[in-house]
């Protein structure tokens, strides 16, 4: 909305001449930030002490502010969403007590929740690799293990395993674990999500 003057309001927005007479208003710049047809909001520019001819590339310039501003504010939005939704997952995981994990099949790198740290016996904020897990397989049934991964990926099927793990302090204790292979469009093995549970 572009209002240089007020008489630039049309006769039916009383209400809006009253607002700005009110608040000493003399010109108004109002561009709406929005992401597809879902209104964020408004990035506003008012001008109070004089009335102001509101040019249009700097009418543009508002519009890429606008929109910049509603990127940032949908990927924010986004991002409490997916916290929120990992929070409520890890709690559902941890009342089961049941670990979660994620395995980039690229990488090797894994992603796993509070619980499948413990489970594993790894530190909370230690960088965890397929190696590693591997590492705290017990030797006897470590290739096995290796070998279903890979068949879980390369034939698409599911992973459904029970192995020992030793922890660094020896204990030994048994783990059931279930995946299930996730793939690119181009069919490439993408990721290997699954849940580990304490069988012992």
Known sequence: MVMNRLEDLPAEAQLERQ???A???KSLLSIPMAI????????VLVSVNAERIWPATL????RLIAAVFAGALARKRSVEVLRESE????????SAEAG???LEIASGHIWATAKARELYGFTPDQELTFEDIILRVDSED???IRRRVEQATRKRVDF???YRIIHPDGTIRWMAARGRPYFKSSGEPERLMGVALDIS
């Open 59 to 62: 009418v543009q310039r508002i």
């Open 100 to 102: 979660l994990w994620i």
């Open 142 to 144: 470590r290739e096995r």
């Open 87 to 94: 929070a409520r997952l890890n709690l559902a995981a941890t």
């Open 23 to 25: 608040k000493s208003m």
């Open 19 to 21: 607002l700005c007479r």
């Open 36 to 43: 597809g047809q879902k209104a964020m909001g408004s990035c």
């Open 160 to 162: 459904r395993e029970e």
